[in-house]
């Protein structure tokens, strides 16, 4: 059965029955009657009100509307998506069939920030970078960055429960995230929108809805922890010869930053030469098979300057990095990031991308990389290894001129198999969505994914919100 199966670029999953670039895709069993089709188009809550306080009238609306919706459907037996940016990788974010979008693009609210705690509270469909930009002027910043931050939606991000940029440094959001405000399948309003950083009473349920995709519950608002601006920020972009030189990098990064390291990313020569050749971006350092980002963030100039040169004097003396280029101003430190963070809109212009999110031991990241390109030989176009080092997480992705069932199954499951020998996971901030929820098994023993269906179950006994997608269905079986 091939449905779901090829992670192709772009979030929208192969229409069913196939299209040009996916494999025809079975139709599940559907999980609930559908005796009423839903009309196409969106349910969306109303307009922004006069107030900017998303708890006063127009958030008690929009919150309102997305209950009303939620209860409409689950009374009617209609699924719904929820949808944020809709810029997820997996396919969640997506309709299968004929579920009803229900977006969060009007839910753009902030509710409020307190300048002592740090504590933001807004609505889901907030746009990660506005709020970056309002906290910036307040002399605070988001927890997390990630390259979709102009288009995703903190209520996406929790859904996923996005790594990103910055986790090295701010943590995962399990444990930023403070409270979230959810309205559940049957349309009722689970209130834990609380704004404490301790609170020990009874379980802690938003842990349940942070990275459960839109398929327990619809994440209205979200409060956050949310870290001071540093003073002194820093970027290196440097040169490796080897990926083991990579990793001693990294090491020495660590040892010599301390706790002014706030983020260490890789990249391979290839993926430098997609964003040069399809975005004409430049860079700055030649013939390099590997480059690593090491971003400082500290209160103070000096100090940092001086912990960051004796870590360059260290790295370029020991042969570790063999160039390098260093920025201090917020447009060169812009520039040098954009190279790492637009590798994914590079590759979509390479063909048809085959893609991998994959946790592994840090050791073990980029054999991943090297075995596939010589496992695929000249039957992929590229092989590109990129990610975020400090958190142990490779994009393994794989580009091709269209889309093979030849390759795909060259590629899967033996990548998942891989991953799986090597105690990895196959999803490590993406999630599963439509597209890798056949795939949990390789992470998850049986026993975890029954406790998740009962959990679904429980929250969504009809199965309306965000069907075909995360858990996989009785009829996909156990894979191992
Ligand atoms: P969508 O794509 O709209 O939805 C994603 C999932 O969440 C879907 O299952 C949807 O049903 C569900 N959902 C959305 N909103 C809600 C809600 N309010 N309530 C309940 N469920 C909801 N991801 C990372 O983790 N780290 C990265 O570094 C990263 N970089 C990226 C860079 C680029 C260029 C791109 C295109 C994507 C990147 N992603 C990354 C993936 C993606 O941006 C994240 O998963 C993001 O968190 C999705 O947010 P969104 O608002 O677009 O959610
Ligand atoms: C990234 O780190 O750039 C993202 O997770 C997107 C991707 O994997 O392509
Ligand atoms: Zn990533």
Known sequence: AAAGRGDVAGSRPPAPGGDADGPPVRRAAAPVPRPVRPRPGRLRAPGAGPRRDGRGAAGAVQRGLAALGAGYCYERNLAVNPQGGNTGLVGGSVPVFDEIILSTALM??????????????????????????????????????????????????????????????????????????????????????????????????????????????????????????????????????????????FTTSRAMLGEILSACEFMDEKCMELVERHLKLSNPLTGSPFYVLIETSGSDSTHDADKLNNFLEQAMTSGLVADGTVATDAKKIKTLWSLRERITEALTHDGCVYKYDISLPVGKLYDLVMDMRARLGQSAKNVVGYGHLGDGNLHLNITAESYSHFLLDAIEPYVYEWTARHKGSISAEHGLGFKKKQYIHYSKPNEAIFLMQRFKAMLDPKGILNPYKTLPTSSEGNMH
């Open 108 to 249: 753009n609210k902030i509710i409020s920030f307190d300048k002592v705690s740090g504590i933001l509270v807004c609505q889901a469909g907030c746009i990660l970078e506005k709020l970056n930009e309002y906290l910036e002027d307040q002399g605070f910043i988001m927890p997390l960055d990630l390259g979709a931050k102009g288009s995703c939606h903190i209520g996406g991000n929790v859904a996923t429960n996005a790594g990103g940029l910055r986790l090295l440094r701010y943590g995962s959001l399990r444990g930023t995230v403070l409270g979230l405000e959810v309205v559940l399948a049957d349309g009722s309003v689970l209130d834990c929108l609380t704004s404490l950083r301790k609170d020990n009473t009874g379980y802690d349920l938003k842990q349940l809805f942070i990275g459960s995709e839109g398929t327990l519950g619809v994440i209205t608002a979200v409060s956050i922890l949310c870290p001071q601006k540093p003073k002194a920020v820093n970027l290196a972009f440097l040169g490796c010869q080897s990926f083991a030189k990579v990793l001693e990098t």
